[in-house]
């Protein structure tokens, strides 16, 4: 069984990211780590999008959502020892806010 510690340094946005670029260098390979990215992005944007916080476009890629959140965790390297999900959020406002109401 994992050391209960060990599993919550594995989700933070700098652990996580190195899963992210596994990934968009080789997205065919399939694996627990893709999955757990994948599941993390898809449930944040669900959640914002649900509470009208981020308005992604249809046209967006799963490879480009990655893309663009690892850029993002990559900008702010300070930050990597924070969660996964809250920098998946974060960066998904920042690059697709909601449109304000008039």
């Not at 390979?29 to 999955?35: C, K, L, P, W």
């Not at 249809?58 to 850029?71: H, N, Y």
């Not at 996964?84 to 909601?98: E, N, R, T």
Request: some cysteine.
């Amino acid at each position: 069984m994992p050391d209960l510690e060990q599993v919550i340094r594995d989700l933070t946005a700098g652990t996580l990211n190195q899963h992210c670029l596994a990934f968009l260098k080789n997205s065919q390979h399939s694996t627990f780590e893709a999955g757990l990215i994948l599941g993390i992005i898809f449930g944040v944007e669900d959640d914002a999008s649900y509470d009208q916080k981020i308005s992604i476009p249809s046209t967006v890629s799963t490879i480009e959502r990655i893309q663009m959140i690892s850029d993002y965790i990559q900008k702010n390297p300070k930050r990597h020892q924070e969660s996964f999900a809250s920098l998946v959020f974060d960066a998904m406002l920042k690059q697709w806010p909601y449109p304000s109401q008039p």
